[in-house]
């Protein structure tokens, strides 16, 4: 079973940066599609970016293009988004997910616990 631990988040200042990572545990990160989503009080969770097992081109919702980084270190299982230039709007639960979609059209979705991040303006 795939389990997903974030870590990194916390109260920041508008302007300042922050990064969250996420450890996958429990089957083969390679073969899995990383996200960050998040969701704000009152607000449906929304995606964020995204980054294939190969890494290759990430995806980006355009509020965040030019200032979030998605990565991935595939010896060290994690996934991680660096956060530069942050807005209060950027205030949210951020969440790590895994999706694997394989070739007979079986998805397999995972979901991490969430962790909480906050800026003030």
């Known amino acids: 079973q795939v389990q997903l631990v974030e870590s990194g988040g916390g109260l920041v200042q508008s302007g300042d940066s922050l990064t969250l990572a996420c450890e996958f545990f429990?089957?083969?990160?390679?073969?899995?599609?990383m996200g960050w989503f998040r969701q704000a009080p009152g607000r449906e969770r929304e995606f964020v970016a995204a980054i294939r097992g190969s890494g290759g081109t990430p995806y980006y919702t355009d509020s965040v293009k030019g200032r979030f980084t998605i990565s991935r270190d595939n010896a060290k299982n994690t996934v991680y988004l660096q956060m530069d230039s942050l807005k209060p709007e950027d205030t949210a639960v951020y969440y790590c997910n895994a999706r694997n979609l394989l070739s007979d059209a079986t998805l397999y979705t995972y979901w991490g616990q969430g962790t909480q991040v906050t800026v003030s303006s």
């Open positions: 429990g089957g083969a990160f390679y073969d899995y599609t």
